[in-house]
């Protein structure tokens, strides 16, 4: 009796001694796990899970009833009926480990384990032992038995970096909890017992012991028949270690919003459970990414097969568990897999890949793999398979779950494409390279490159607003700007080598004339031509101050250009890119929300007094009002982003960017394929090809796309933008535009439609057989018979004209 009393008074005076470091109850309703960020798409699809710890919350209902079951088997068979502490499992553990030998039970259960996992150190200590106790058994008074099962299932750690069971049915098996059979089940509830030593992927042999193991429970304890227990038994342990889980490949921008996050709330917030909701739109994010591949590995089949990438020696039986070793050590890269030639024979090729198995490349998808050369040269076509790979080899391939694949090889070049909303500035579309995971260097945001012809756009614009039309003609002629000294003199030239003589300034857009451009720069005046192009979002210190800005010699990334040809997207507003649209933290509160300025034509003319007055109806004004933007509401004026270039000299240059993809000598006639009116854009290649963009648009998306090599050098002759980045921009605005209507921005006020020549440009009558129609801004019409419309340049010369140094 004394020696019991004595107990009693001991525990009591260890938990008076131990309560200030036991957690409160409001501590275990409200459990801070370290909880990975999470990045979503605009309608809630999941980018990327990024921590230390991998961890997927999962609520008790959300845990199927085979998964309950295998830990209850496995860790704590009797948890709804003990309180916390099974006296009667303790005994039984300690039986049966002494008839076994070997520690198959264990005393402590779910709750214990629990209490630890959460609340505690995992010191082998008496403090900490009397404080598992302690919290044990405040758990049990203060929480249900399904809270404290799903907050340990929750919590309990299975190596890989996984804390809880979906982590782990991701990370050993690549599947959400509710995808698992009784045998993955059975697996994942027999790691926690020892992490390390039941890992399915270190120790698949052991693992398959322990499953055994609680297989057999679970037959016991009547949560699976006998036959289903057989079964499970004798299926192979297939565990491997699995990527986090995504629903949308856009790994650039989860790295982009992991970086805003870290910014915004500490390097802590990556564990501490936020979710950021981007501007993504899934559906164009994976158009994005396949456009992108399929455009770099059609460039990179152009310049010949570069060889294997490793060869190793295959047994003569070559089972699949040793193929898998073999080419274990290569990564798979972007949509490219692995792969080792197993046969060739004259012209098919037998393969291994790794988790697809056996497949077949036939002839089609192989003869592309002439010899590469120096210089981005080619040898002759191959003859047979053997010229171009033999047994053993280590290739890349484009493989489908059918058996059929393709040799491939991972692009040498690479390239961006940045897809905007032009209304509002949302980035709904961004692949910044290849494959993230080999490269991260994000060419979207960070690649400053020369743009090239992509450039003129924005001049030709500047020239509209100082008087130019698109009727008026520049000689396209021989140029040159004289230095001290010969070596000093510039000899700009057009990409073919040609002239066209007096052309018009629609004409040369759409041929993209280098030499005209450069007259023009040269009369509006770089001064003036600097100042206005600011309109479209570039630095003015970035600029060159010479006339090599006409050729786009400046250095600007893709999302800048994006951004500037989003200006003629939306009628003439500038937007600012952006790719969160609101952020929540841990609780679902919104801790941050964007708020952009909008491009609206609608709104800029709100209801006011006068034409209340003039219509004598307050009711039909505001009305109408209402019906702005689909029945929103007018913006007000801070909502409203700021008009940059007036709507006729938008729509003039969108008219011009349009020919350039209509007319069959324009640069983007390639995407006439996409047999639609309401697109336009400008190609842009520069110096040997080093840098080549598409900038195109519709009134409501601009996608901008670069082709080039990390380290500048020639992407090869008769490489353009043209060939290279537009088939990029087309691949994905096919995707993208599928189903949606087909919309050209309507005619603004201020526009007028004339018959010129098409030679001289110059006036003509109606009745003009031999005439053409132009349109042009009100305020800048030319005058009748007048050639070229010339107008006053910025610098004091004239038009087409030389001024300052000679020009020849």
Avoid at 416 to 423: F, I, K, R
Avoid at 604 to 617: F, K, N, V
């Amino acid at each position: 009796m004394l020696v019991t009393l004595l107990g009693a008074y001991a525990l009591a005076c260890s938990y008076v001694y131990l309560a200030p470091s036991l957690p409160s109850t409001q501590a275990m309703r409200n459990v801070d796990m370290q909880v990975p960020l999470r990045v979503y798409t605009r309608s809630g699809a999941l980018i990327a899970q990024i921590g230390e710890q991998r961890r997927i919350p999962v609520t008790y209902e959300q845990i199927p009833d085979v998964v309950k079951h295998a830990f209850l088997a496995a860790e704590d068979e009797r948890f709804f009926e003990h309180h916390g502490i099974d006296y009667l499992g303790v005994v039984r553990a300690v039986i049966v480990d002494l008839i076994s030998g070997d520690k198959t039970q264990g005393a402590s259960t779910i709750t214990m384990q629990a209490a630890r996992n959460v609340f505690l150190t995992l010191d082998k200590t008496a403090r900490r032992k009397l404080q598992e106790t302690f919290v044990t058994y405040e758990m049990e008074h203060e929480l249900s038995k399904q809270e404290i099962f799903g907050l340990y299932l929750n919590v309990i750690f299975f190596g890989q970096r996984a804390y809880g069971v979906a982590a782990a049915a991701e990370t050993f098996f690549g599947k959400t909890l509710d995808q698992l059979t009784v045998a993955e089940a059975a697996t994942i509830a027999g790691v926690p017992k020892a992490p390390s030593r039941y890992n399915p992927i270190v120790n698949p042999q052991l693992a398959a012991g322990r499953r055994s193991y609680v297989l057999g429970r679970m037959r016991v304890l009547g949560y699976i028949d006998a036959a289903t227990a057989d079964a499970a038994m004798h299926e192979p342990v297939l565990a491997r270690a699995h990527a986090p889980l995504f629903d949308v490949e856009a790994p650039y921008i989860a790295e982009m919003a992991r970086l805003e996050v870290r910014q915004r709330f500490g390097a802590n917030a990556e564990s501490a459970g936020y979710k950021v909701y981007t501007t993504i739109d899934g559906r164009l994010q994976a158009d994005a990414v396949r456009a992108v591949r399929i455009g770099l590995i059609e460039y990179d089949r152009r310049h010949g097969f570069r060889g294997p990438v490793g060869h190793v020696q295959i047994a003569a039986e070559g089972k699949p568990e040793q193929l898998d070793e073999l080419v274990d050590e290569y990564a798979s890269v972007g949509n490219l897999l692995p792969a080792v030639v197993v046969s060739v024979t004259p012209k098919i090729v037998r393969i291994y890949t790794r988790g697809r198995g056996f497949a077949q490349i036939e002839w089609d998808g192989l003869s592309w793999a002439r010899k590469a050369g120096s210089n981005e040269t080619v040898g002759p076509a191959p003859k047979s398979a053997d010229e171009i790979v033999a047994r053993g080899d280590i290739v890349y391939v484009v493989a489908d779950a059918s058996g059929h694949a393709q040799l491939a090889q991972v692009p040498a070049a690479q390239s961006a494409l940045v897809a905007l909303d032009p209304e509002d500035g949302g980035i709904a579309a961004l692949v910044g390279g290849f494959d993230y995971f080999t490269n991260k260097y994000n060419r979207v945001t960070q690649a400053k490159r020369l743009p090239g012809s992509g450039f003129k756009p924005f001049l030709y614009s500047a020239a509209l607003e100082n008087g130019f039309t698109p009727a008026s003609t520049l000689l396209d002629a021989p140029f040159v700007l004289e230095g001290r000294g010969i070596e000093s003199s510039w000899r700009p030239e057009n990409s073919h080598g040609e002239f066209g003589g007096p052309t018009r300034l629609r004409e040369a857009l759409v041929r993209s004339r280098n030499l005209v451009t450069i007259r023009l720069l040269r009369d509006l005046g770089t001064t003036y031509a600097m100042d206005y192009v600011t309109r479209f979002g570039f630095d003015k210190r970035i600029l060159p101050q010479n006339l090599t800005l006409a050729l786009g010699t400046l250095q600007v990334t893709p999302l800048e250009m994006a951004t500037g040809y989003a200006v003629f997207a939306n009628g003439g507003f500038k937007v600012q890119p952006y790719f969160i649209d609101h952020i929540e933290n841990a609780a679902g509160e919104v801790v941050y929300q964007a708020a952009p300025r909008i491009a609206c034509e609608e709104c800029e003319h709100p209801a006011d007094l006068s034409q209340i007055a003039q219509t004598g109806s307050p009711e039909e004004v505001l009305q109408n009002e209402d019906a702005v933007r689909g029945g929103a509401g007018p913006l007000t004026p801070e909502q409203l982003a700021p008009r940059v270039i007036s709507p006729q000299n938008d729509y003039v240059m969108t008219d011009m960017m349009a020919d350039v993809i209509r007319s069959p000598h324009g640069t983007g006639a390639r995407a006439q394929a996409l047999a639609r009116n309401d697109i336009a854009g400008k190609t842009g290649t520069t110096n040997e090809a080093k840098d080549t963009w598409f900038n195109g648009f519709t009134p409501h998306l601009v996608a901008t796309v670069w082709v080039g090599f990390d380290q500048e050098r020639p992407l090869g002759e008769h490489e353009e933008g043209a060939r290279t980045a537009l088939p990029i921009w087309i691949h994905f605005m096919r995707e993208a535009l599928k189903g949606v209507p087909q919309e050209k921005r309507s005619m603004p006020d201020g526009i007028v439609t004339l018959r010129i020549s098409p030679q001289t440009g110059a006036l003509v009558s109606a009745e003009n057989p031999d005439g053409m129609n132009e349109i042009f801004m009100a305020d800048h019409l030319p005058a009748a018979g007048e050639q070229g419309s010339m107008a006053q340049s910025a610098e004091g010369g004239q038009p087409g004209q030389a001024g300052g140094e000679p020009i020849f």
